[in-house]
C-alpha cells in the first residue's frame, strides 16, 4: 500500500464517522475505541517521525487563592476519630509481635504491620494537609542552621534509599547564610517529601539536592531549593495535577509505588504559605526537578543567643542525675534526652531491652524512665528483670512509667512488676521533675558519680564522635540527633542480617555492610568495622558458617559501641 491509498483509507474512515452513531456506545465501548485510536496515532507518529524523546516541560505554580472549604474541618475531624483506634490496632500488633509465633502467623502480622504502618502514614498526611489547608496550622519564626537542617535531611533520605544504584548528592552554596529565621521544621517537611519522592521514582541513578542563595538584601535573602532526579519523570500533561490534593501521575502510581497523592499539595501549601513559588520541569522519561523558592530573614546575633523560653532553676537533686530511658519513638527519645539535658542531667537513651539491661550492670543509675510499650521487651517485662537482680544497686533503682494509656489491669500490673510510679503522656514537664526529684536521693547519686567516671574514660578508644562534631559544626542538638539516626541504621542493620541470614542471601549481606560502612568509618566504629570486613569478605563466598560467626560477633560488640557513644556524646 502506498501513502495514496493510506490518504484515502483515512479519509474513507474520517467520512465514516460522520454516520456513526457515537450516542449508543457504552462506556466500555467508548474506551475500547478511545484506545485503538491512540495506539493507531502513536503507532503512526512512531514510525513517520521515529521515537522522539519527550521535551522536558516546565510548569510553574501559582498560588492558590481558594479560601479553605469546611470539608477540610471535616477531613481533620475524621482523620483523628480513625487515628485513635488505629493507634489501638497499631499497639495490638506490637503486642502480638512480643509473642511466639509460628512461620505464617508472623506473615500475617508483618502484612498487617505494613498496612497498618502504611495506613497511619495516610492518615498523618491527611491531617497535616487539612491543618495546613484549614490555616490552622501556625508557622513558626525561630533561628535554625540551614547547613545542618540541610545535612539532616540528606542523612535521613539515605536512610530510604535502600538499593546502591541510587545515589543522594548535594550542593550548598558557599554564599548561604548559616543561620536564618523561619520555620526549620516547614522547610525540612518540603525538602523530605520532594527527595523522598525522588528516592521512591529514581531505581538508578543520581538525586541532586541543591540550595542556591538567590538574592539577598536588607537582611532578607531568597534561598532556592533544587530536587532534581533522574528517575522515570512525569508526562507533560500531568504536570500541573500532581500538585492536586489526592492526585498521581498516572492511574497505576499507587499500584506501583503507593502514596496517597498528597505530599505535593502539603509541599505547594506550605509554599504557599511561606511567600515562596514552586515550580517542576519533567518528561516522561527524563527525570524531574522541582525548585523552590523561599524567603527568609538573617537571623541577627540577638535572635540566636536570646533563649525563647525563660529558664527556670532546675532542682540541685537533678544535676548530674544519671537517667537511663527506655524510649522507642524517634520523636520522644529526642525530646526526653533534650528536656533531662536541660535539667543538667545527664540521660541515656535506649529502645533496646537487652542493651538498657546490660547498662545497668555497668553504671549505677538514679533513675528508670520506661516506655511500657515497646516493639521487643515491654517495659513490664524490663522493670521485672530489674526488680529481680541479685545486685542492689539494680533491683532498687526507681523505676517512673511513660505511657499514654493504663488501664486498670496495667496499673495491677506495674504494681506487681515494681514500677515505682507513672506519669501519662502527654505528661507536663513540670510534673516529670517533681517526680523525679522526689525519687533521686541526693546522697547516693554523690557516690555513684565516682565511680562512673572511671569507666567513662575508656570509651573514646571504641567510638570518636569528633569527626562527626565537626561535620555538624559544633552543634551538639544535631549531634544527638544523628547519633540516633546511627543507632537505628544498626538496628536495621541487625535485624536486615538476620533476615538475609534466614533467606540464605549473601549478597542481600554484602549490601547491608556497605550500607553502613561510611557511617561506621565517621564514628570510627573500628571494632564494628572490621567485623563488618569479615562479613563483606564471607558474603562474597556466601561463607553462611562464617557469616554466622561474625554476625554473633558484631552482636556481642555492638552494645559496648552504642554504650561508648552514648558516654562520648555527654562528654562534649
Ligand atoms: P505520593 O508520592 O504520595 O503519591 P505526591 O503528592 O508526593 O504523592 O506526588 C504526586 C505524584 O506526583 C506522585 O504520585 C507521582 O506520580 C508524581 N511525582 C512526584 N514526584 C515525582 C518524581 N520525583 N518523579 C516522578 N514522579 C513524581
Given at each position: 500500500m502506498d501513502t495514496r491509498e493510506l490518504l484515502m483509507h483515512l479519509s474513507k474512515l474520517e467520512n465514516g464517522l460522520d454516520t456513526y452513531?457515537?450516542?449508543?456506545?457504552n462506556t466500555k465501548e467508548a474506551n475500547r475505541l478511545k484506545k485503538s485510536f491512540e495506539s493507531f496515532k502513536n503507532g503512526l507518529e512512531e514510525k513517520v517521525f521515529g521515537m522522539p524523546k519527550p521535551e522536558p516541560v516546565e510548569v510553574s505554580l501559582k498560588k492558590t487563592t481558594t479560601k479553605p472549604p469546611e470539608e477540610h474541618t471535616m477531613i481533620a475531624k475524621v482523620s483523628h476519630e480513625i487515628r485513635t483506634p488505629l493507634n489501638g490496632i497499631v499497639g495490638f500488633i506490637d503486642l502480638l509481635k512480643e509473642t511466639t509465633l509460628g512461620p505464617k502467623q508472623q506473615e500475617l502480622v508483618n502484612a498487617l504491620d505494613t498496612a497498618s504502618g502504611n495506613l497511619m502514614n495516610i492518615i498523618n498526611e491527611l491531617l497535616e494537609f487539612s491543618k495546613l489547608a484549614s490555616g490552622h496550622d501556625t508557622f513558626e519564626k525561630v533561628p535554625f542552621n540551614l547547613k545542618n537542617l540541610i545535612t539532616e535531611v540528606a542523612f535521613l533520605c539515605e536512610t530510604l534509599?535502600?538499593?546502591?544504584?541510587v545515589e543522594l548528592c548535594v550542593h550548598l552554596d558557599?554564599?548561604?547564610?548559616e543561620q536564618l529565621l523561619g520555620d526549620p521544621s516547614k522547610l525540612s517537611q518540603i525538602l523530605l517529601n520532594l527527595v523522598g519522592n525522588a528516592v521512591k521514582f529514581v531505581e538508578k541513578g543520581k538525586i541532586n539536592l541543591e540550595a542556591i542563595l538567590k538574592s539577598d538584601q536588607q537582611g532578607k535573602v531568597y534561598i532556592e531549593f533544587i530536587v532534581a532526579d533522574t528517575g522515570i519523570g512525569i508526562a507533560n500533561n500531568k504536570l500541573q495535577r500532581i500538585?492536586?490534593?489526592?492526585?498521581?501521575?498516572?492511574?497505576?502510581t499507587q499500584l506501583k509505588y503507593g502514596g496517597s497523592g498528597l505530599g505535593l499539595s502539603i509541599v505547594k501549601e506550605i509554599v504557599d504559605r511561606m511567600d515562596g513559588l514552586i515550580a517542576v520541569k519533567s518528561a516522561l522519561g527524563a527525570g524531574s526537578t522541582f525548585k523552590v523558592t523561599l524567603p527568609f530573614e538573617k537571623a541577627r546575633q540577638q535572635d540566636i543567643t536570646s533563649p525563647r523560653r525563660p529558664i527556670k532553676s532546675v532542682p540541685r537533686?537533678?544535676?548530674h542525675a544519671k537517667i537511663l530511658v527506655f524510649e522507642d519513638n524517634v520523636l520522644n527519645q529526642q525530646l526526653m534526652e533534650n528536656r533531662l539535658k536541660s535539667w543538667g542531667c545527664q540521660p541515656f537513651v535506649t529502645e533496646n531491652g537487652l542493651y538498657g539491661l546490660q547498662l545497668l550492670e555497668n553504671h549505677e543509675f538514679d533513675l528508670v524512665l520506661m516506655d511500657?510499650?515497646?516493639?521487643?521487651?515491654s517495659g513490664f517485662q524490663i522493670t521485672e528483670c530489674i526488680r529481680q537482680n541479685k545486685q542492689d544497686h539494680i533491683r532498687n533503682v526507681p523505676v517512673i512509667a511513660l505511657t499514654a494509656d493504663l488501664s486498670i489491669t496495667d496499673r495491677e500490673h506495674c504494681k506487681k512488676v515494681g514500677i515505682t510510679n507513672y506519669i501519662l503522656k502527654p505528661y507536663n514537664a513540670d510534673e516529670l521533675q517533681r517526680m523525679m526529684q522526689e525519687l533521686i536521693s541526693e546522697s547516693e547519686k554523690e557516690n555513684k558519680r565516682e565511680i562512673s567516671q572511671i569507666t567513662f574514660d575508656q570509651t573514646s578508644s571504641i567510638v570518636n564522635l569528633n569527626l562527626l562534631y565537626e561535620e555538624c559544626m559544633g552543634e551538639k542538638d544535631t549531634l544527638a540527633e544523628l547519633v540516633q539516626l546511627f543507632k537505628r541504621n544498626m538496628y536495621e542493620f541487625i535485624g536486615n542480617v538476620r533476615m538475609h541470614l534466614t533467606n540464605n542471601d549473601s549478597r542481600g549481606i554484602g549490601f547491608a555492610v556497605h550500607k553502613i560502612k561510611s557511617s561506621l568509618k565517621m564514628l570510627e566504629a573500628k571494632s564494628l568495622a572490621q567485623i563488618c570486613g569479615k562479613l563483606a569478605e564471607a558474603s562474597e563466598s556466601a561463607a553462611y558458617e562464617a557469616l554466622e560467626k561474625y554476625y554473633k560477633q558484631f552482636l556481642n560488640e555492638y552494645p559496648k559501641v552504642e554504650e561508648a557513644i552514648d558516654i562520648e556524646l555527654n562528654k562534649l
Open positions: 452513531s457515537f450516542t449508543e456506545l534509599i535502600t538499593d546502591s544504584k558557599k554564599n548561604l547564610p500538585f492536586e490534593s489526592y492526585r498521581q501521575a498516572e492511574d497505576d537533686s537533678l544535676k511500657l510499650r515497646m516493639p521487643k521487651m
